[in-house]
């Protein structure tokens, strides 16, 4: 289970590695998507919050239309931890579900 421990740079540049889908802007990062219609978006914004709840973690998210956009950051402690990075790799597996 990832902690909320701070990483340093090489860190957050491996875990960004994993993830191409992400992109690191500051203390968050970010992935957007478009969703197959507009109920498919906002059912899998659903699924991200359930696994948000599991995990005790949420994401900032922005819904326009089919357009999602899902950023990460462990607000308490200012920046990236790997709870952020756990969760990105379940929104990318649960997008892909959702033909997103
Ligand atoms: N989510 C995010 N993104 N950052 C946090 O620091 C955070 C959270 N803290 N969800 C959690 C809840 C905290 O409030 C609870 C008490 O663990």
Do not use: N, Y
């Amino acid at each position: 289970m990832a902690t909320r421990d701070l990483l340093d740079e090489a860190a957050i540049a491996a875990e960004l590695d994993k993830l191409p889908s992400w992109s690191r802007d500051g203390a968050e990062i970010r992935r957007q998507m478009k969703a197959p219609s507009f109920m498919a978006g906002i059912e899998l914004v659903a699924a991200v919050a359930r696994a948000a709840e599991d995990a005790d973690h949420h994401p900032d998210i922005d819904i326009r239309w089919r357009t999602l956009t899902f950023a990460l950051s462990t607000h308490s402690a200012g920046g990236l931890t790997g709870k952020d990075f756990e969760l990105a790799q379940r929104i990318d597996e649960l997008a892909s579900a959702h033909g997103a």
